[in-house]
């Protein structure tokens, strides 16, 4: 019927006063078009997720295992060579060694991940041969004090890990636990170190 | 003191127009308008509503990614090259990693080609998802805007499921792509283009045949073909005159000659041809032809290596290529220059929406101003990939 009367209206389009109801009945009828489509959503479920007071599944359930979120360290299987690193495009990561001077031995007493300059592209973890450095499903860490962001693993120095042959026999723990536990609270002001030899407060920011 | 106000006033009213640009005035729009898709700058000179020239200013948001890449090992660049162009990054990952791959003579896996058609056409559906939506919002239609972001989403989680993240992909690399498809996701891809195409022909009720949208874009800032060339324009500009370029046919770059699809053009849908609508339309058909390249590419992948062997420090002999692929937004193309170390002695980016911004001065003479927030809109105009 619609179309029947479009050919009428069609056929006398050249006279300017049919144009002029042409107009208000195409405007009319592509209007109530419009709010015919977005009647029909008023029927259907709707796509949003009230995140994150009301969540049918946890976040983690929610995110896919490829998920890049942020840099942890297993610290006990870090082999130190330096790679991820070296890879960085930016420079995030700093780790430093030492060596004992009596036994010959190798420790890390550094390894810093800054998240505030991390972005997230992967290049450190596809570089790690033993899958120490990997990404965890936390996304969120904002913090009050940008030196709060700079995530240390080491606690005491620790040896670096020695590869075995089969690489399978190495449980990872990807929840996401110890970079959560480094992660500070969102006042919590940050830890200054001090420099004894300058005698100035600083953080470990890495440059 | 009123009066002589008022005597000044009727005299300039009386005053006849000697110039038709007598009354011009300068105004700003932008670079923190809604409508400049980005931090652009407009110098508009306008005579009430008509101007008389639109000059885009650009350079608001140039990160300096050219430079950067002299400091940075080829094997490091790749996420940023993401920020080229963040409506799109796929692109600008392939035709980066076209360009190193053919100065250092990798070969890339069939697998890899196919994965990274797949990845780039569910990017390039993404990014028109934006680009049409938001003419839509630009001109006043909220709605249809947030039905595509809804459709957006989706893709932005296949996205994440492929390669971990939703906007800033860094998925191809050198040689291949980062990791394999999951298991379960050609399946998931194959049905969202089920649940997706019906929702075109859903959006065109919504928007595309609504008469106010057709008569805000039908015969406004019309590119003749001429013109087209002569600017410079690429991609679906381009194509909205009514010249049939588009470099996944001509090139045949990757593994596109192997699949069947066609190559949508303006021909005056409702006005003239090169029309804002022209435009518009163009980008709405070229989602449909992603479609079926996703679902030849999904059928038909090849079993085998996702990445070829590269040496952890690439190193590229004294050379230069230039390689450029189509993007969402027309022709991308990465110049290369390689010195014989590990980093890029020169490296050069163009982009679709540089040489957009071209045509805007010459178009909008004679335009009104309400006409130039669609005009830039129907062009897909992207400010981080303006300035890079």
Redesign the interface.
């Known amino acids: 019927m619609v179309s029947a009367m479009e050919n009428a209206v069609n056929a006398k389009s050249h006279l300017p006063v049919f144009q002029y109801f042409k107009?208000i009945y195409?405007?009319v009828?592509?209007?109530l078009?419009?709010m015919?489509?977005?009647m029909s959503y008023l029927f259907r479920r709707p796509?949003t997720i009230q995140y994150p007071y009301k969540m049918e599944e946890s976040i983690d359930t929610v995110?896919?295992?490829?998920?890049?979120g942020i840099l942890e360290v297993d610290l006990p299987y870090c082999i130190a060579c330096l790679r991820c690193a070296n890879?960085?495009?930016i420079d995030c990561i700093a780790i430093d060694l030492e060596k004992n001077a009596e036994t010959k031995e190798r420790f890390i007493t550094r390894f810093d991940i800054d998240i505030s300059k991390c972005?997230?592209?992967?290049?450190c973890v596809?570089?790690c041969s033993t899958g120490a450095i990997h990404?965890t499903k936390i996304f969120s860490g904002t913090s009050h004090y940008i030196e709060n962001l700079v995530l240390e693993f080491v606690d005491t120095p620790v040896r670096p890990f020695k590869k075995p042959k089969s690489m399978e026999d190495i449980p990872f723990d990807k929840s996401g636990k110890i970079a959560k536990n480094k992660l500070k609270d969102f006042f919590s002001p940050p830890e200054f170190v001090i420099d004894h030899r300058k005698g100035e407060k600083y953080t470990r920011r890495v440059r | 003191m009123s009066n002589s106000i008022k005597k000044e006033d009727d005299l300039k009213h009386l005053k006849p127009l000697t110039s038709p640009f007598e009354e011009e005035m300068m105004l700003n729009m932008g670079p923190q308008h809604p409508s400049t898709h980005g931090v652009l700058n407009f110098l508009v000179v306008t005579d009430g509503e008509v101007m008389h020239q639109a000059r885009p200013n650009i350079g608001y948001l140039h990160r300096g990614i050219e430079k950067l890449a002299e400091m940075t090992p080829y094997t490091g660049f790749m996420p940023y090259m993401d920020r080229v162009d963040y409506l799109a990054a796929m692109f600008a990952n392939q035709a980066f990693a076209m360009a190193v791959e053919r100065l250092a003579g990798i070969e890339v896996p069939e697998r890899a080609e196919y994965l990274r058609v797949i990845a780039c056409e569910l990017n390039r559906i993404a990014s028109h998802l934006i680009a049409t939506g938001a003419l839509g919002l630009d001109l006043g239609a909220i709605t249809p805007f947030l039905h595509w972001i809804r459709e957006r989403e989706f893709i932005n989680d296949l996205m994440e499921e492929l390669c971990g993240a939703r906007l800033t992909y860094n998925y191809m690399r050198i040689g291949g792509v980062y990791a394999d498809i999951p298991s379960g996701l050609p399946d998931k891809i194959l049905r969202f283009l089920d649940h997706f195409e019906p929702i075109v022909d859903e959006y065109n009720r919504l928007l595309t045949n609504n008469e106010i949208f057709v008569r805000r874009l039908a015969d406004v800032a019309v590119i003749t073909p001429i013109d087209a060339v002569n600017f410079g324009l690429v991609g679906p500009n381009l194509r909205g005159s009514g010249i049939e370029i588009d470099l996944r046919k001509i090139l045949g770059y990757s593994a596109y000659p192997n699949f069947d699809f066609e190559v949508p053009l303006g021909k005056g849908f409702r006005g003239t041809q090169g029309d804002c609508y022209d435009r518009y339309m163009v980008r709405m058909l070229e989602m449909k032809e992603s479609c079926k390249i996703i679902r030849q590419a999904i059928e038909n992948l090849p079993a085998g290596e996702h990445r070829a062997k590269v040496k952890r420090k690439l190193k590229v002999k004294e050379n230069e290529f230039y390689s450029r692929i189509e993007s969402a937004r027309g022709e991308m193309g990465v110049y290369l220059i390689s010195d014989g170390t590990d980093k890029p002695y020169r490296l050069k980016i163009k982009t679709g929406s540089f040489t957009a911004m071209s045509i805007v001065e010459k178009i909008s003479q004679g335009l009104m101003i309400a006409d130039l927030v669609a005009l830039i809109g129907s062009l897909d105009i992207v400010a981080p990939e303006v300035d890079r």
């Open positions: 107009n195409l405007l009828v592509s209007i078009e419009g015919a489509v977005t796509i995110l896919p295992p490829q998920f890049r890879t960085c495009p972005m997230f592209c992967g290049l596809e570089g990404h």
